[in-house]
């Protein structure tokens, strides 16, 4: 089944990634972090509320992989941060990473992931990972290895979500509007969108009663509604460039503004949220492989 794509293809050649630029700020992120898995209190395990602070810190280790001195890595990594939707091949999402890198192949010789990036397999990627790493904690809660795991493995899904939650990690105009056939003018509206949580500290005016973290099932027909939603405020957030040139020169923040990083900052939480909620769900009932269960006296053992 294909999903059908928001927006419209443009006939750009030659964009730069996005590799240089980070979605909300390393602050951003574990603020969002740190209040989703509150969010979850009650209804996940006592350890991930007892270590979400490093939880939190944790959820920037996905951009420190971008590391110029590490190029495999980053090479790796970075197209998993954005997805430019206007660059969909077809225009359409295809179901699997798989899928989305040999449409990419047939669609021509110029493009390849990292122009069109892989964020949203990313993000289901992730929260199977941390289904997995649940699953192994259930088998054995008092193993502080397998929480560590779950911790790790809780905090880069939470990354990924919260890009995607950023809609310049959704578009060709990720850093200023790009122009047919050239790369990004990088007019600085990418940074100035990052810093927006820890200027505005939209945390202290977001109530999240009456909103609750959901099974998000099926898992990635939500995640691509998620992604289609902050794609949707790319336009929104061009007609308040001129207010955040103002605040970045030391002026008020606009209503507008305010009322734009609240939106995406209680966007980010929840998404981040219902993730892990949806991977602990179905850690319940996923399957391991007696070869694969956690041994109490870890170790190589004759057979
Ligand atoms: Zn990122």
Known sequence: MKTPRVGLVLGIVALSSTSLLRAWDSHGHQVVTLEAVELLAGELPEFLQEDRNQLAWDS????????????????REAPD???????????????????????????????????????????????????????????????RHLQAKAIIYAAHLAHYAEDLCQPLHTTIHYDGRAIEGRS????????????????????????????????????????????????????????????????????????????FTRERFRAAVLFSASLILTAWQDSEALHLPDWGLPDPAPGLHPR
């Open 60 to 75: 920037i280790e996905p951009d420190l992989m971008r590391n110029d001195a590490l190029p495999h890595l980053r090479d």
């Open 81 to 143: 941060h954005y997805l430019n939707v206007e660059l969909l091949p077809g225009g359409e999402f295809p179901e699997t990473r798989a899928e989305l890198l040999r449409s990419i192949d047939r669609s021509g010789p110029d493009k390849g992931v990292e122009q069109v990036g892989a964020l949203p397999f990313a993000v289901v990627e992730a929260t199977q990972r941390l289904t997995l790493a649940f699953a192994l904690y259930r088998q054995q809660p008092s193993s």
């Open 184 to 259: 990004s003018p990088h007019s600085g509206i990418h940074q100035q969108v990052d810093r927006l949580i820890g200027r505005l500290e939209p945390q202290e005016e977001v109530s999240f009663e009456g909103l609750e973290p959901r099974e998000l099932e099926p898992l990635f027909a939500a995640v691509i509604e998620e992604l289609e939603r902050s794609h949707s405020q790319v336009e929104r957030l061009y007609g308040l460039e001129e207010d955040l040139v103002a605040l970045e020169a030391g002026g008020e923040p606009s209503s507008e503004l305010r009322s």
